[in-house]
């Protein structure tokens, strides 16, 4: 695991920067269920590009937020999960859940 040396001063900016982007908050909310191979995480996240899934679950794997178990078969069966640091980030998506469900409901839609 390589983690990021140099952060932020900012603790919020520090999330933003590991969290930013729509497609990791969806790889968390996804890998909060349980471990999930690369296909069902493609399946999961539509309109993602397998090149920028790739892309995030490597820059996710050296931030220390989740692991990558490769299994030596043919073809080659990878797995990816959340790290225990990758697991505190719960309480960021539920909040998350929270807002998002309270924002929908104030603006008349309940799904």
Not at 4 to 24: A, H, Q, R, S, Y
Not at 72 to 95: N, R
Request: proline share 4%; net charge positive; glycine share 8%.
């Amino acid at each position: 695991m390589k983690m990021n040396k140099n952060l932020p001063n900012c603790p919020v900016e520090t999330t933003l920067m590991l969290m930013g982007d729509k497609w990791k908050v969806l790889i968390v909310r996804d890998l909060l269920i349980g471990t999930k191979r690369f296909g069902e995480l493609k399946k999961s996240l539509t309109g993602i590009s397998q090149k920028v899934l790739t892309q995030h679950l490597r820059a996710m794997e050296n931030n220390g937020l989740i692991s990558r178990k490769v299994y030596a078969e043919v073809p080659p069966k990878v797995e990816y999960s959340l790290t225990e640091l990758g697991q505190s980030l719960k309480q960021v998506h539920d909040a998350m859940l929270v807002w998002g469900t309270a924002y929908k409901s104030r603006n008349g839609q309940n799904k």
